[in-house]
């Protein structure tokens, strides 16, 4: 995070480098996938009455996240490093079933933010031709 205060850094953004939005990226990202849980106004004996589900709010933001991740990845490569780190994150979030669970967030975040990189890189290829991929 203190990447962010570092001047050099500012003064690049200044003169015309994107570093400023993966910046952005990158603080978005963590935001939405570490973020606090959501419930509104609505009381937890409420969500109970109404039926909502408890984590439906931070599936959004989490699914949110992958998004943003794929957007980060487009932008620079290097965020790929963070991946084996999110996996065991998520298999040591839970007591039961942590194979299972880690192997479905796989699933999910590559799926996502995968298919998020994807599509950019071809309809920006698409779009520029070979030059694109230099």
């Known amino acids: 995070m203190f990447t962010y205060l570092n001047p050099f850094l500012i003064y ?8 400023g939005i993966t910046m952005i990226l990158a603080a978005s990202f963590w935001y939405f996938y570490f973020g606090t849980k959501s419930h509104g106004n ?11 589900i408890e984590r439906q709010p931070n599936k959004i933001k989490k699914y949110i996240s992958y998004v943003i991740f794929g957007l980060w990845v487009h932008f620079r490569v290097y965020p790929v ?5 999110l996996i065991m994150h998520e298999y040591h ?14 699933l999910e ?7 998020v990189f994807l599509g950019l890189a071809i309809y920006f290829y698409h779009l520029y031709g070979y030059d694109f991929l230099h």
Do not use: D, W, Y
């Open 12 to 19: 690049i953004c200044i003169r015309g480098s994107c570093e």
């Open 42 to 52: 609505i009381t937890p004996q409420e969500r109970i009455e109404k039926g909502l």
């Open 81 to 85: 490093i963070f991946v084996p780190m």
């Open 93 to 106: 979030s839970v007591k039961e079933n942590k194979l299972k669970h880690a192997i479905k967030f796989a």
């Open 109 to 115: 975040f590559g799926l996502i933010s995968g298919g």
